[in-house]
């Protein structure tokens, strides 16, 4: 979601933070690594390189979609975002961590322990978390594409509004 599948990158809510940032007074530079598509398995093969690169003084954790919808073992997606909070709280960085949610239909065992991960990690210490990023947008049509799956436009700025909360105590103004 974060990626911005199926909408132009100035429209996503990753973009609408990034100016949300610059009008507050806030001057983080804000870097999107997401890449449409990929799971847990790939952004923590990435992630070290990432960190090594931009020294991020916090890190939105927002992964784990792509498992769900194909079904991956949660323990597999546990063991990635955990290593990605430990690898960022290593680095001194303040890690916000972003949860999904499964539509009912991948049935009631699964949903739970997907749901689960997210709460189990939400316990790290130093963890700011968000529940459900479309929570907000999923159940109303207008603010999501044909596929059902991916917000559209209209609900971007719902997404950041979800996550601004719990993000804005982790910011410092700069002067």
Known sequence: MSA??????????????????????????????????ETSSGARTRFASLLNAHHPAIVILE?????????????????????????ARSQHASVLLIGIQMPPNYGEAYTKAFTDVYQKLAKTPQVRFVPFLLKDVVLNDKFMQADNIHPNEQGQPYLLDTVWPELKPLLTKKH
Do not use: F
């Open 63 to 87: 992964i784990g979609a792509n498992d769900g919808l194909r079904g991956l073992p949660t323990q597999q997606m546990r063991d990635n975002i955990a290593n990605m909070i430990t690898s």
């Open 4 to 37: 911005g599948y199926g909408i132009k990158v100035q429209e996503g809510w990753v973009n609408l933070l990034s100016e949300r940032l610059s009008t507050q007074g806030y001057g983080y530079r804000v870097v999107n690594a997401s890449v449409s598509g």
